[in-house]
């Protein structure tokens, strides 16, 4: 069975995997429930969308009241992404957003609520007094930030200390074997891999805080579709933004000793890279995603596998010798 752990405030088990909503089978609202209803089966009870993901919230939401046991799933949802028009990180964009989620999602509260982008000209007083009401509306159950950097995390926490409120209890930066050297998609996204980033890891850690990471195989960087040794072809397979943001030299050194490693243990390159993710050492509740189910099956085959300290940093190029 799945591994489950605890996420603060969630009063259910949480699965060490979310599974994604962002595929185009979903996207448009259609009905996906034997999908979801075999990513279930896998142990998956824990689930992550967006406002932004088309109609994904809709076609999750659809499955979501067909089932019927709304207490043993865990519902994310991320709010207040910008738009063309202006940074949506405001009182005003955070609680529209949440009420057209519920209104799709066809439930009467969000497990954890995550805001999607930042603005760091806002302050973020109006912003943790905004997600208090909402928790006090039984709206939300939790809150946190996606691409939020740990300093404004922890300065949102403080304000809320200092005025006896709740502060953010999950994040969902970029996490991976590979480092993200360049904002992939644009609009702010954060990661906080890489030895760069020891800081924010040190303290989500130091403060309970889990960390939920999107696009931990890169984006499909360590999905297998692509070899090390040729960084040409893999520029012409991958989708721009993967290029944009993971196809540099080191990465392409990470993945060539992924793939040896994968060699070594009889696992694929992308359960390599998940088992990375999966086996730090702060708690890790990895976003996956595949219209495919038999690649979920493979990442919940991934929890299971071990590395040591020393692969893991051999991995990451802090060692040259395992």
């Known amino acids: 069975m799945l591994e489950t752990g605890k996420i603060p405030f969630v009063d259910k088990p949480v699965s060490r995997l979310f599974a994604g909503t962002m595929l185009d089978t979903m996207r448009d609202g259609s009905d996906n429930s034997e999908y979801l209803d075999q990513v279930f089966a896998l142990g998956i009870n824990a689930f992550d969308s967006a406002n932004v993901y088309g109609l994904a919230e809709a076609s999750f939401g659809l499955w979501l009241e067909k089932r019927r046991n709304r207490e043993e799933i865990v519902v994310l949802t991320k709010g207040a992404h910008h738009d063309m028009f202006h940074k949506r990180v405001t009182p005003y964009d955070i609680e529209s957003d949440v009420h057209t989620s519920l209104a799709r999602l066809r439930t009467d509260y969000i497990d954890i609520y995550l805001l999607h982008r930042d603005d760091e000209t806002k302050e973020v007083g109006p912003i943790v007094e905004k997600l208090n009401q909402l928790l006090e509306e039984g709206l939300i159950r939790s809150f946190g930030g996606s691409n939020w950097t740990h300093k404004r995390v922890a300065e949102a926490n403080a304000y809320a200390e200092s005025h006896g409120l709740r502060g953010f209890t999950a994040v969902s930066p970029y996490y991976g074997l590979a480092v993200q050297y360049a904002d992939p998609f644009g609009g702010g996204c954060i990661g906080i891999s890489g030895p760069e980033n020891a800081e924010a890891r040190a303290y989500y850690k130091e403060n309970d805080i889990p960390v939920i990471p999107y696009s931990s195989i890169g984006a499909g960087f360590f999905s297998g579709r692509i070899k090390s040794g040729d960084p040409d072809g893999a520029r012409e397979v991958l989708s721009r933004s993967t290029v944009r943001g993971y196809c540099f030299p080191e990465n392409f050194e990470r993945l060539r000793r992924a793939e040896i490693l994968a060699s070594e243990k009889g696992y694929t390159v992308a359960q390599i ?16 995603s595949s219209h495919r189910i038999e690649a979920m099956k493979e990442n919940v085959e991934a929890t299971k596998i071990k590395l040591t300290r020393e692969e893991l940093d051999w991995l990451d190029l802090l060692r040259e010798e395992r």
């Open 273 to 288: 890279a998940m088992a990375f993710v999966l086996n730090q050492d702060l708690p890790m509740f990895p976003i996956v």
